[in-house]
């Protein structure tokens, strides 16, 4: 089975980037006449602020800040890092996922299946921002499967999952596969399907809540251990399904801490995982995906400036 991996990353920025990204991205919500839902949303009454004592820390030290401090800084950095793609499209039906990814509670762990539904669908749109960015052009579509774009003729339905149990993300994963395969026979014998899932819960051990690493160049390799780890554990749940779906997308956008300076950051990254047969058209396309979203992993994790 072919893998191709690739660093991502918010940008070369800073904490006090992250807050204006997100700054950014709030003040366009309000322009699509979300003003009640920024006003409750926990990117302004709980990320916003600890963003802002962050910056106005005199030190960087990682001893003195906290698990809401670390979903605060990964989540905003995640929204304002699609600002771009979120202002060319489609307001209608963009102004109704915004709605939804305003909502939720502050933190994860205190989600229920009734109210998981806002960090979901931020992951869709992070997916979206993606392949924006490698010319890759998505379009937002209103039901499931979630994404669809076009690579070299081929068209791609993509379905986005977050998951944060092992016993989930199978579940999870079987589902989506089950979708893409109906969704894409319906649609057109050229159709094909691909899954991107977001497994950063999986990678960490129970209590911790950071990726540690010896420098910053530790962080990719030692991140992309842990996703080829669970990629292994979950390649069970498609081994069933026909040949619709030609490849998987396993996302981590994590909070890193390097311990040679002591420095929090946030790192982004995603492995892959073709299932076509090799050399056929269908991992041409996908592989021809990969490179695309590759290609423009240049930048590197923002950290505290």
Request: hydrophobic letters at 40%.
């Amino acid at each position: 089975m072919v893998q191709r991996r690739g660093p991502e990353s918010k940008g070369d920025g800073t904490w006090k980037d992250i807050l204006r990204g997100l700054d950014s991205v709030l003040a366009f919500a309000r322009s699509l006449k979300l003003q009640k839902q920024v006003a409750t949303s926990r990117f302004l009454n709980h990320h916003r602020p600890r963003l802002v004592d962050l910056t106005a820390s005199p030190s960087d030290r990682v001893r003195s800040i906290e698990l809401a401090d670390m979903i605060a800084l990964a989540e905003a950095a995640e929204l304002a890092g699609i600002d771009p793609f979120l202002r060319q499209a489609d307001p209608q039906i963009l102004r109704r996922k915004l709605r939804y990814v305003l909502e939720g509670p502050a933190l994860p762990s205190d989600e229920t299946p009734s109210s998981n539904q806002p960090r979901n669908i931020l992951f869709e749109l992070n997916t979206a921002s993606k392949l924006f960015f490698a010319r890759v052009t998505p379009t937002l579509l209103p039901d499931r499967p979630d994404l669809s774009c076009t690579i070299d003729g081929t068209p791609l339905f993509i379905e986005c999952k977050r998951v944060l149990t092992e016993g989930g993300a199978k579940r999870r994963l079987s589902d989506a596969f089950a979708k893409l395969e109906s969704e894409s026979t319906k649609d057109r014998p050229s159709t094909r399907g691909v899954v991107a899932i977001s497994i950063a819960k999986l990678l960490l051990q129970e209590g911790e809540h950071f990726l540690t690493a010896p420098n910053r160049a530790a962080i990719p390799r030692g991140l992309g251990e842990l996703i080829d780890e669970k990629a292994d554990l979950l390649k069970a749940s498609w081994a069933r399904y026909g040949t619709k779906v030609i490849g998987v997308l396993f996302h981590v956008i994590i909070p890193a801490v390097q311990s040679d300076r002591n420095v929090l950051g946030v790192v982004e990254q995603t492995h892959s995982r073709v299932l076509a047969p090799q050399k056929s058209r269908d991992w041409r396309t996908f592989q021809r995906l990969c490179a695309r979203l590759e290609a423009r992993n240049t930048d590197q994790p923002p950290s505290r400036a």
